[in-house]
């Protein structure tokens, strides 16, 4: 029997992905956490917070799965390799982003709800993206 995306992964597959979304689950507590405040500590509205919040993310997403789902890959061009994730993150950002805004400002989600499920929509691609373009995996 096939059990969805799960069936496309064999074992040590499963097991980034697994590590993956633990990450993953780590930088989405944080994203919530400095939107949160950015937003009710600051006053600003919530997208902007948000887009604040989400280059703290991908630093600490970067350097999470360079050290835990992705151990095994090359130390060299380190740099160039954060540029690319930053870049790719960048403009699956134009998705997440419009997903964040259409949730809350179109059908009124509260925007941590938004933020959670534009999240769990786009994990997958981000999973692909980063295995395949920055740690070559």
């Given at each position: 029997a096939?059990?969805g995306?799960?069936?496309?992964?064999?074992?040590?597959?499963?097991?980034?992905?697994f590590?993956?979304?633990?990450?993953?689950?780590?930088?989405?507590?944080?994203?919530?956490?400095?939107?949160?405040f950015?937003?009710?500590?600051?006053?600003?509205?919530?997208?902007?917070?948000?887009?604040?919040?989400?280059?703290?993310?991908?630093?600490?997403?970067?350097l999470?799965?360079?050290?835990?789902?992705?151990?095994?890959?090359?130390?060299?061009n380190y740099?160039q390799?954060?540029?690319?994730?930053?870049?790719?993150?960048?403009?699956?950002?134009?998705?997440?982003?419009?997903?964040?805004?259409?949730?809350t400002?179109?059908?009124?989600?509260?925007?941590?709800?938004?933020?959670?499920?534009?999240?769990?929509?786009?994990?997958?691609?981000?999973?692909?993206?980063?295995?395949?373009?920055?740690?070559?995996?």
């Amino acid at each position: 029997a096939h059990n969805g995306f799960g069936c496309l992964l064999r074992g040590q597959e499963k097991m980034k992905l697994f590590k993956f979304i633990l990450v993953g689950l780590l930088g989405f507590a944080l994203n919530i956490g400095i939107t949160y405040f950015f937003k009710e500590y600051f006053a600003l509205w919530y997208f902007w917070a948000y887009l604040l919040s989400a280059w703290f993310t991908w630093t600490f997403l970067f350097l999470g799965n360079s050290i835990f789902t992705f151990k095994g890959h090359s130390k060299e061009n380190y740099f160039q390799k954060y540029i690319k994730f930053l870049s790719g993150y960048s403009l699956m950002f134009f998705v997440n982003g419009a997903l964040v805004y259409l949730f809350t400002s179109i059908f009124s989600i509260y925007y941590i709800l938004s933020i959670f499920f534009a999240t769990v929509i786009t994990t997958f691609i981000n999973f692909a993206f980063s295995k395949k373009f920055v740690y070559k995996d």
